[in-house]
């Protein structure tokens, strides 16, 4: 099993940036692919961006060129910088990894983007 707990979020105004952690209870990004995603009230749960253990990363079209996803493997943490932050932005972002068969998700940490 393996925890993981989001950290950052926040109120932010239009054009603010916010950086979101995930640390993970053990050693796992170096191991398995991870991604984060948001889930907007009344929305499905979306992929935001998300980073093999190669290290190839892929983005949401909607946060491309203002999203960067990155990790440190030595403090098992992956984050989620956040830049040029819209109100469509707004949602709980999780942090999610894949092991074998089963996923394991964070709390979830807010972030809301309003003037």
Known sequence: QVQL???????????GSLRLSCAA????FSYYGMGWYRQAPGK?????????????????DSVKGRFTISRDNAKNTVYLQM????????????????ITSTGYWGQGTQVTVSS
């Open 44 to 60: 499905q749960r979306e992929l935001v961006a998300g980073i093999t253990t190669g290290g190839s990363i892929d983005y949401a």
């Open 25 to 28: 209870s053990r050693s796992v």
């Open 5 to 15: 707990v989001e950290s950052g979020g926040g109120l932010v105004q239009p054009g």
């Open 83 to 98: 830049n040029s932050l819209k109100p469509e932005d707004t949602a709980v972002y999780y942090c999610h990894v894949q």
